[in-house]
């Protein structure tokens, strides 16, 4: 069975009240008539637009929370890595010389590709 996005759910209480909208806008069409249809219409395209504009801001600060979460993962590894790899780099270069120093450089560089490819 496809997975049904809580978006488009017709359990989601927002769901019930575009019905409601809808369902007083077609009511409000048949009591005033056809005259009205037009302003009816706008008002009901109002009305949906405002709550696209909810869900669209509900789905953006998500995403900006996970970015920033991501942000923050992405810190609590670098900054590790970073101040072990100034004290491997200098110990490498002292021990192995330029050879040492670029090794060092390079599992730097192996671990860094290792958490982004992961974390994606």
């Given at each position: 069975?496809?997975?049904?996005?809580?978006?488009?759910?017709?359990?989601?209480?927002?769901?019930?009240?575009?019905?409601?909208?809808?369902?007083?806008?077609v009511a409000a069409?048949?009591?005033?008539?056809?005259?009205?249809?037009?302003?009816?219409?706008?008002?009901?395209?109002?009305?949906?637009?405002?709550?696209?504009?909810?869900?669209?801001?509900?789905?953006?600060?998500?995403?900006?929370?996970?970015?920033?979460?991501?942000?923050?993962?992405?810190?609590?590894?670098?900054?590790?890595?970073?101040?072990?790899?100034?004290?491997?780099?200098?110990?490498?270069?002292?021990?192995?010389?330029?050879?040492?120093?670029?090794?060092?450089?390079?599992?730097?560089?192996?671990?860094?590709?290792?958490?982004?490819?992961?974390?994606?």
């Amino acid at each position: 069975m496809p997975k049904v996005s809580k978006f488009r759910s017709k359990d989601h209480p927002e769901a019930h009240r575009v019905q409601e909208d809808l369902a007083a806008a077609v009511a409000a069409r048949r009591e005033l008539g056809e005259q009205y249809e037009d302003h009816v219409a706008a008002a009901l395209a109002q009305r949906i637009e405002t709550f696209i504009d909810e869900r669209v801001e509900v789905a953006m600060e998500r995403t900006r929370k996970r970015a920033r979460s991501d942000s923050e993962a992405f810190l609590k590894v670098a900054t590790p890595v970073l101040g072990f790899g100034i004290v491997l780099s200098i110990v490498g270069a002292i021990v192995a010389g330029s050879n040492g120093f670029l090794a060092v450089l390079g599992m730097i560089f192996l671990i860094n590709v290792i958490w982004l490819w992961r974390s994606r």
